[in-house]
């Protein structure tokens, strides 16, 4: 690691420091664009390859060939989920049940639709 023991004060009049300031702003700006791009090209990249399924199966599926199918617990998370939905049921207690994240709760009550919710 490269390190410089530079106090850049862009505020002062000296017009050194306020290039070097700017300069600095630009790279950080090329830096941040190119790393955006080279996401899109990666996802665009995976998207074209048959192999890529978009991610790991939701809550209580499991992938088949990149086909969902119901996972062995798929009507205890159902049922689970409908408790959550009609707030008797926290979030945080149905991720502990269901040993998961809350935000993995989340996400399958954003998806209803795959539980018949």
């Known amino acids: 690691m490269v390190r410089e023991d530079l106090t850049l004060r862009p505020d002062e009049s000296d017009p050194s420091q306020t ?43 499991e992938k088949d060939d990149g086909e969902l199918i119901e996972d062995g617990d798929y009507h205890d998370v159902v ?23 809350r935000s993995t709760i989340g996400r399958a009550l954003e998806r209803s639709e795959l539980y018949g919710l």
């Open 19 to 61: 290039a070097l300031f700017q300069l600095l702003g630009v790279f950080a700006e090329l830096e941040a664009n190119m790393t955006r791009q080279r996401t899109r090209e990666g996802i665009t990249a995976r998207q074209q390859n048959e192999a890529y399924h978009h991610g790991p199966a939701p809550l209580g599926f």
């Open 79 to 101: 049922a689970t989920l409908e408790i959550v939905q009609k707030d008797e049921l926290s979030k945080r207690k149905a991720a502990k049940r269901l040993e998961c994240s």
